[in-house]
């Protein structure tokens, strides 16, 4: 079983970067494809982006291509959550997510809430206007 936790939020203000990490713990995390989804107030959490078990295959929310990359660091049991060009719509607390994924799934990256067992506790983001 595999714990993450969260970090990097804050508060920024529009157009600028933050990059959000999460560290896992135990000596499997390579075996996991990762995730990061987000819940703004009175809203429902959604896809932000994921990356496969490889490291070969991403996918993000249309909103979010070309600001954020998300990418990971087997080494250091690390997924990171690159975020540029920071708008005020991308407030949310954001939770790392994980699935451990066979072989056969080493390049698919999953969208869906229901693809991860495991998640953070999340970490806050606020972009001011």
């Known amino acids: 079983q595999v714990q993450l936790v969260e970090s990097g939020g804050g508060l920024v203000q529009a157009g600028g970067s933050l990059r959000l990490s999460c560290a896992a713990s135990?000596?499997?995390?390579?075996?996991?494809?990762m995730a990061w989804f987000r819940q703004a107030p009175g809203k429902e959490r959604e896809f932000v982006a994921a990356l496969s078990r490889s490291g070969e295959s991403t996918t993000y929310q249309d909103s979010v291509k070309g600001r954020f990359t998300i990418s990971r660091d087997n080494a250091e049991n690390t997924v990171y959550l690159q975020m540029n060009s920071l708008e005020p719509e991308d407030t949310a607390v954001y939770y790392c997510a994980a699935r451990e994924s066979l072989l056969v799934e080493r390049n698919r990256a999953y969208t869906g809430q229901s693809d991860y067992a495991y998640w953070g506790q999340g970490t806050q983001v606020t972009v001011s206007s």
């Open positions: 135990g000596p499997t995390f390579s075996m996991y494809g």
